[in-house]
Each structure stands twice: as C-alpha cells, then as structure tokens.
C-alpha cells in the first residue's frame, strides 16, 4: 500500500499500530510481574510513537493519507507520550492534531469521517454521547504544554479544541458555511476536494452526532457537481485555502487554528479585568492568569487532581437532585453538601488564585473572567469565596430561615473579587452590535400570565422588577432618557407565548414608542427576558430549551438557526443580553451507575452558557431552581444597574486593562453610525451582569441561605 501511495496505507498502519500498542501493554504488565529485562518491549514501543508519528505527517510527505486518520493517529501518539512522559513529544503531537481538526471538523459535519474507526471512542450504545469521551483532548494538550512550561500554548490548545468541539456539539456555523453565504462556488471547490481527502468513506454517516441534519447549515445538504483540477487534493486543498484567505474579505484566517497573538492585534477586543483559565487533566490541574502583563502567569492547583473535582461536582449533582425531589431540605443540602463543597473549593483552587491575583492584578479591575474546562465546568466556583475559614457565623441571630435553610457564610474579607464565566476566552472578544439608534427593545417571554403585583401590593416575580425598572413611568414622572428609548414587548401566558410569536418578535422591526413616534430603522432585540422552565440537556446541549405555552419548547438549535442559518432579509440578529429565570429547572445527562456512582460528561454547557458562547455579550442564569421572589431581588439590581450605568457620556464610559499588551481602553457603549458618541448624547442602557453581584450582596445581607444564592451564575462580564 505503501508503495503505491495507496490512502488505505494509513488507515492500516493505524489498525496495525493500535494493536502492537496493546500486546505492549500486556508484554509490560508480565514482564513487570516476573521481574524480567523490559528492553524488547521499550523497542516496541519507539516504533510504535514512530509510526504513529509517520502516519500523522503522513499528508506532508510521500503518502497522502486522509485527515481523519492521521488526526486519530496525532492523538495516539500524544496521548502514550503523555503517559509516559515524554511531554516535548506529545506537544509536538497535540499542534499536529490541532492542525488537522479544523478539517476533521468539517469532515464529520459533511459525514464523510468513517463512523466504524471514528476518532470518539464511545462504549457501546453511547456512540453518539460526544461530551463523554472528546473534551479531555483540550485538557490533556494544555496539561503538556504545561508541563513543558510553554503557557501561551497551552492556551491555544484549549482555545482551539474547544472551539471547534462546542460548535459541532452546537451546531454553529463553520468557517466553510460563512464561505458558501459570500462565494459558494468556492465553498462547493472545497468540500468536494475534501470529501475526495476522506476517501469518501461513509459519507451518509447518520449516526454522527456532528452530521445530523439538524444541526448542518440548510444549504449544505444539496448535491453538487464534482469540480476538476490538476494536482494531488493535498496540493488542492491547501491551494483553494489559501485562495480563500487572500481573496475573500473577513476570512483572512479561514480554517486557520487560533492563536494567542491575535490578542496583540491592534484594536483587538479587550476582555472585563483578569481573565483565569482552569485546566483540569488526569496530569494536572492549573489555572492560567491573563492580566495586563506580557506574559501568561502561572497557578498550579497542586492540592487538587482531576478525581477529586469530579468527586465534588457528583456531590453537587446528587445534592441538587434530591433537593429538588424532596429528599432534601435546604438546611440538610447546605451543610451536607455546598458547605463542604465551597470549603474545599476556596482552599484548594479559589483562595491560590486570588492569593495570585493580589500579586498580579493590583491594576486589573474587580471583575474576573473565569474559563472552565472538564470538570471545573460542573463546580459552582463562583460561590466558593462565600467560605471564611471553613466557618459559618455563630450566634442567636443567624440560625437560618424559615424554611431551613443554612445561614450563608460571611465573605472572606480578603478577597475583593467578583466572578463572572466564559465559556472560552474567545467568547469573550465577540465585537459589539452596532445600531445606529439609542432605542432599545426589550422581549419578555414567559409561559405564566402576566402578573401585576402580589396581594400585597409588592414585586414578587423577576418580570414585574423588570417592568418596574425599565418602563418609563418607574421616575415617577421625572425625564429619564435612558428609560423613554426602552420599549418592552410582552409575550405572557399560553395565548401569547408561543414558539412562532416569539420568533417573530426577535425578527427587526421598528419601535413604536407610546408617544406615536417611530425609529427610522429596524431594530434587534437587545435584551431578553426569559421566566420559562429549563431544560439543561448535558449530553446533547443544542437540545437543551425552555418551556413555553402550550407544552411547547424553544430550542437552543430552534435559536441558533434562526440566528445564523435563515436567509431572510429581517432575520433575527443576536441580542446583547439575556436573563433566564425559573423556578423549574432540570438537568439531563449524569448517570448512576450499579456501583452508585455519578458519571458525568466531561464538561457541561447550560443553555445560558451556550447563547453566551454563540455571541450574546451578557447572559444570567441558574444552576438550579431558585425562589421567585430571590429572582426578582436579582432581577431588580440587574436592570437597576443597567439604566443607572446607561447613558453615560463619552468621556465618562469605564476603562479597561488589556490583558495581555496592558493598554487601557474605553469601555464599550452604544455607537453612533461613524462609530462614535456625540459628546452630550446620551447612550441606552449597559446591557451587563455585573448587577447580579449587587442582588446576591443584598440576599446575603438578608440572611438568605446559600442554596438560594449560589444557583445565579452570570455569563460574561
């Protein structure tokens, strides 16, 4: 095969390497026992990593081989250097691997990757559960990286995997759907030279988790005529890419694996304050500060391992769920499981941090982006610093509540943090929405009637504090500018609050204001408001949704396509802020197995979590049920914050620390057409999170237990 430059000759040498690795193994196992010289089988072993390593260039040399394979052969090679410890080489194999998947990718989104020798590894009849076997590929690069003391890319490795494994796992657009909307001809060229790479091995592949038609772009999925050209499809490939980069405005990096220099750009986005990567791996955990120095800083989490965090996030799981069951009263959820948890949590990963933090961040800002990864994803680590000591409060006066729930821990007086989460650092560069109005619509979606205030006359729901902030008469008549440019469409109850009214609601449209007066232009939904039971699917997160009337859901896919997939001229464009409250929330996809132990996908995305890593700049959400009326102090605070930070000036908006050039920036604030604020004109609301600090400040200070104030998390800053 080999001499024929036959494309099979990878595949087999794959197979072929795969096996003399596990006769490796059980020779080792047995000389191990016996005592005997090991030298045969360290022969064996180098020639393994030295086929894996001829199979994973194998495209770069002499014969072509199709990228899935040598994908999957980068990763062995990686993976068995990584065990044992031959960290330069298994970088060296992961910047490979990271190379090939942009390809990879798209193959298994055209179902062109052969499902039978596919690169998930799934246990029989779990093939399709992609979050139980791929994510440990970011963790494991990055842990290598790391190990070898090359930071920066250690960051790239997560940045670039997980990118492309949360888009498939979404389905996002991809680079080559961005292309076919601009020139599909070329888009057309590309995946027919691609689909020649593969082989065109199973190119049904309906049981892939990434080629289901309902998460490809529509327009994909009609047959093209095959394009002829000269060369090998290597050459082809790497010919039409470069085309592409040259020729087609925006896509300079087509297809191109992200890197951390694009942070040193000129212009570049600046993320809110200190951002901290958390890396969890079966090698070691460590968290990565960026803050407004040339170089990443280092946290080794040395007191924790990967074991152990998924130990605590099981605990949290099962405490959550019999919570919500009745097993469990809030006082028994608190001191059995959150306060046990959260001590650990702050000795172990939060208090290092912070202690890093004082050290380098003295000019950063007070908010702290966190990125999870693996097992961190499923922690509650915004809330560890909620532990003083291990200790809570002695005292008459602080014995809980009414309902039994345990008296919130004091903050620890160190710590002068907040923390909001990103579900990648990339998430957090999305450029702003330009309008050329300071108008803003504000869409409210709940599957309850509307309701207009308790018996006793106060607000008990997140909505009615939303409608009594924003609205125009909650002055009491004083002008207010940021207030009259908010106009506010309820969709309430079962006549209103279905899947097609809402749709067309987040569709453009002028804004009708009480006074008769009209925008010029159609306007995006800025915020919206969702009081909707959840539904968080772990396993499969573009299912996750929210309920609305009539038993029917909104779909984070239902969203995602009406995003970025219709073709109409009016079709809906991101909002910049979204706050997603319930009092019924459930989450799908942790297993009990006969042993009683929890196994857990290997990282979670919430629903809130993933329109914040499509785009959406702000998004609140829960982690768990919450109480209405905890909600709507919550909710208060939020869009409090959100007029009294709107409408600032020019010259007044809050400045921001680069984190990696260090160079201070305006915050970002609504623009006017030639990309400026008139001094003296006043902008729209500051559509951000950081008002839900203020809401858990006041719960606390309430006396509120902790299972009633670490559920509300927020995305992005």
């Known amino acids: 095969a080999k001499a024929s430059k036959d494309p099979n000759w990878g595949r087999i040498m794959l197979r072929l390497c795969n096996l003399r690795y596990l006769r490796y193994e059980e020779n080792m196992e047995a000389r191990e026992e016996a005592g005997e010289n090991k030298l045969a089988e360290d022969l064996d072993l180098e020639h393994v990593l030295g086929d894996w390593r001829k199979i994973a260039t194998a495209g770069l040399r002499t014969v072509p081989s199709p990228p899935s394979v040598r994908f999957r052969a980068a990763l062995k090679w990686a993976n068995v250097s990584c065990l044992e410890g031959r960290y330069k080489s298994a970088v060296e194999a992961y910047k490979i691997a990271m190379s090939l998947a942009p390809r990879v990718s798209l193959a298994r989104r055209k179902g062109m990757v052969d499902e039978n020798f596919d690169m998930v590894e799934a246990p029989q009849g779990e093939e399709n559960e992609l979050l139980l076997n791929t994510f440990s590929l970011a963790s494991d690069a990055a842990a290598a990286a790391i190990h070898r003391g090359q930071l920066e890319t250690a960051i790239e490795f997560i940045e670039q995997s997980r990118e492309l494994l949360w888009k498939d796992a979404l389905g996002l657009p991809s680079d080559l759907d961005r292309l076919e909307t601009t020139n599909p001809s070329l888009a057309s060229h590309l995946s027919e030279v691609l689909e020649e790479l593969e082989q065109s091995i199973n190119r049904g592949s309906p049981g892939s988790p990434i080629a289901r038609p309902d998460v490809r772009a529509p327009w994909l999925t009609a047959p093209r005529e095959k394009v002829k050209s000269e060369g090998s499809a290597d050459d082809r490939w790497n010919s039409i890419v470069g085309t592409v980069r040259a020729s087609e405005a925006g896509f300079q990096n087509f297809l191109r694996p992200w890197s951390l220099d694009s942070l040193r750009e000129e212009d570049a986005p600046v993320p809110v304050g200190p951002v901290v990567l958390l890396n969890s791996s079966y090698l070691r955990c460590d968290a990565i500060i960026l803050v407004s120095t040339n170089e990443p800083v280092l946290v080794p989490l040395e007191q924790t391992s990967k074991a152990d965090l998924e130990r605590l996030a099981a605990q949290v799981i099962t405490g959550v769920k019999e919570l919500e069951e009745g097993a469990a009263t809030g006082f028994q959820f608190d001191k059995a499981v959150m306060e046990p948890v959260l001590k650990e949590l702050w ?256 990282e979670l995305m919430t629903p809130e979590a993933a329109l914040q890593f499509a785009g959406v700049k702000g998004v609140i959400g829960q982690l768990w049920n919450a109480k209405s009326e905890d909600a709507s102090v919550i909710a208060t605070h939020v869009y409090k914050a959100a007029v009294t930070s709107g409408g600032a000036l020019r010259d007044d908006r809050p400045t921001h620390t680069h984190p990696i050039t260090g160079k201070v920036s305006r915050g970002r604030g609504v623009t006017s057409p030639n990309g400026s604020t008139p001094v003296g004109h006043h902008a729209g609301p500051a559509w951000e999170t950081k008002g839900l600090e203020d809401g858990l400040t006041a719960l606390r200070a309430a006396n509120v237990p902790l299972f009633r104030t670490v559920p509300f998390v927020r995305y992005g800053p």
């Open 347 to 602: 000795e172990r990963v939060v208090s290092p941090i912070l202690k890093k933090l004082d050290e380098v961040a003295f000019s950063g800002g007070k908010h702290v982006g966190l990125v999870p990864t693996g097992a961190f994803t499923w922690l509650p680590l915004h809330a560890a610093s909620a532990i003083r000591n291990g200790k809570s409060r002695k005292g008459s006066d602080s014995g809980g509540d009414e309902e039994g729930g345990a008296t919130p821990l004091r903050p620890d007086p160190l710590s002068r943090y907040s923390f909001y989460y990103s579900t990648t650092l990339q998430s957090l560069l999305h450029r702003p929405r330009s309008k050329s109005t300071n108008s803003s619509r504000v869409l409210v979606v709940s599957d309850q009637p509307s309701r207009r205030a308790s018996l006793l006359g106060g607000i008990v729901t997140s909505i009615q504090a939303l409608k009594s902030q924003l609205s125009s008469n909650a002055t009491d008549g004083a002008e207010d500018p940021v207030r009259s440019n908010i106009h506010i469409e309820s969709l309430e109850g079962p006549a209103v609050a279905v899947p097609d009214a809402i749709f067309k609601a987040l569709r453009p449209a002028p804004v009708l204001y009480e006074s008769g007066e009209e925008t010029d232009a159609p306007e995006g939904v800025d915020a919206v408001h969702l009081s909707c039971p959840t539904f968080c699917d772990a396993l499969r997160p573009a299912s996750s949704s929210w309920r609305v009337a009539d038993g029917s859901s909104i779909r984070i896919s239902d969203l995602f396509t009406a995003w970025f997939y219709s073709r109409r001229h009016d079709a809906p464009t991101l909002p910049e802020f979204v706050f997603s409250s319930t009092t019924s929330h459930r989450i799908d996809g942790p297993a009990t197995a006969g042993s009683g132990a929890v196994r857990l996908p290997q």
